[in-house]
T-cell receptor, first 127, second 110 residues
Framework: EVQLLASGGGLVQPGGSMRLSCTASGLSFSDYAMTWVRQAPGRGLEWVSG????????YYADSAKGRFTVSRDNSKNALYLQMINLRAEDAAVYYCAKTAMTTNRRGKVFYYGMDVWGQGSTITVSS | QSVLTQTPSVSAAPGQKVTISCSGS????????VAWYQQLPGTAPKLLIYDDNKRPSGIPDRFSGSKSDTSATLGITGLQTGDEADYYC???????????FGGGTKLTVL
């Protein structure tokens, strides 16, 4: 069974930093792209960041550019999201998701969906 | 304001059929596959439809997906009370080089 376990959330002050981790099991992790999606309380899903299976290609929502960095360590079956300069509006449940996505030689992305989701890790931003 | 537009809520009686629409543009739905997700209260989203109209293993054929130009539709037949959830469409936006979601549609089974 494929499982994704997110960790690293908690309370952080505005302007602070936090690193989320997502550990995968039951799959060949290095074969798959991964995505971070967040959901603020009472709000809808927001795509945050994605990374190719090799880690060579990374993608960010405008809200994350310059503040968030996605990375992965395929030897550890782990996905990370490093966040700096956190704001109140970054408070949310952060989900990691296994993603069916490929990129051709021209850089065009072919996206099919996120088929396995972790349980979510909550970040609270407050002083 | 979401890049993809969904009707905020729909409702129907048990056993009936409902459709949920998702409207986008040439840079997202018009250029990429659409996926649909179901989110039951307090749980992580679950993939219902991928690549416009394909169902993952274990998803009943009561759920179907279709796409035309820059719009996509999720259909649910034989509604059950357990289908009450939020439903989201999602795809890739080639202009943004980022994933995008609709704002979500809350389904109530009366």
């Amino acid at each position: 069974e494929v499982q994704l376990l997110a960790s690293g959330g908690g309370l952080v002050q505005p302007g602070g930093s936090m690193r989320l981790s997502c550990t995968a099991s039951g799959l060949s992790f290095s074969d798959y792209a991964m995505t971070w999606v967040r959901q603020a309380p009472g709000r809808g899903l927001e795509w945050v960041s994605g990374i190719s299976h090799s880690g060579d290609n990374t993608y960010y929502a405008d809200s994350a550019k310059g503040r968030f960095t996605v990375s992965r360590d395929n030897s550890k079956n782990a996905l990370y999201l490093q966040m700096i300069n956190l704001r109140a509006e970054d408070a949310a449940v952060y989900y990691c998701a296994k993603t069916a996505m490929t990129t051709n030689r021209r850089g065009k992305v072919f996206y099919y969906g996120m088929d396995v989701w972790g349980q979510g890790s909550t970040i609270t931003v407050s002083s | 304001q979401s890049v993809l537009t969904q009707t905020p809520s729909v409702s129907a009686a048990p056993g009936q059929k409902v459709t949920i629409s998702c409207s986008g543009s040439s840079s997202n739905i018009g250029d990429n596959s659409v996926a649909w997700y179901q989110q039951l209260p307090g749980t992580a989203p679950k993939l219902l439809i991928y690549d416009d109209n394909k169902r993952p293993s274990g998803i009943p054929d009561r759920f179907s997906g279709s796409k035309s130009d820059t719009s996509a539709t999720l259909g649910i037949t034989g509604l059950q009370t357990g289908d009450e959830a939020d439903y989201y469409c999602g795809t890739w936006d080639s202009s943004l080089s980022a994933g995008v979601f609709g704002g979500g549609t809350k389904l109530t089974v009366l």
